[in-house]
C-alpha cells in the first residue's frame, strides 16, 4: 500500500473539527499514521463522538489537540426542576437522559429560549 502524507501550513492543523453536535462518528483508517512533529488533528467539543474513538485518535495522533466534547447535561439519571436544569444546562451542546428519566414539568418560553 503506497505511503499517504499529510501536508499542513506551518502552525496550522491539517484537519479541525470543533463544535459539530451532530458529527457521530470520526474515523481513521488503522494504517494512518500522523508525523509526530505538531498537532495536525484538532478535534473539540463534539459531543457525540463516543470515547472509544477519542482514545483512540488520542493514540493515533498523540501531539494533536483531541478532547471528548463531554457535558454534564449529557445522559442525565435524575432531574431537578424546570429552573435548575435551565441554569445547568444552558448552551450545552447536547442535552439527554438515561431510561425512564421524564421532566413532568413545563417550560415557560423565557426558559426554552434561555436553555438553547
Do not use: Y
Amino acid at each position: 500500500m503506497p505511503a499517504i502524507a499529510t501536508l499542513t501550513c506551518q502552525g496550522q492543523p491539517a484537519i479541525t473539527i470543533v463544535d459539530n453536535t451532530q458529527l457521530q462518528t470520526l474515523e481513521f483508517p488503522e494504517l494512518v499514521k500522523f508525523e509526530e512533529v505538531e498537532s495536525m488533528i484538532v478535534v473539540k467539543n463534539n459531543p457525540l463522538i463516543p470515547p472509544g474513538q477519542i482514545a483512540f485518535l488520542r493514540n493515533l495522533c498523540p501531539l494533536c489537540d483531541i478532547q471528548h466534547g463531554d457535558s454534564q447535561c449529557k445522559e442525565m439519571t435524575a432531574v431537578g426542576s424546570v429552573e435548575e436544569l435551565v441554569e445547568m444546562c444552558q448552551g450545552a451542546p447536547v442535552i439527554t437522559t438515561v431510561g425512564g428519566v421524564v421532566i413532568r414539568e413545563q417550560f415557560t418560553e423565557p426558559q426554552i429560549v434561555k436553555l438553547f
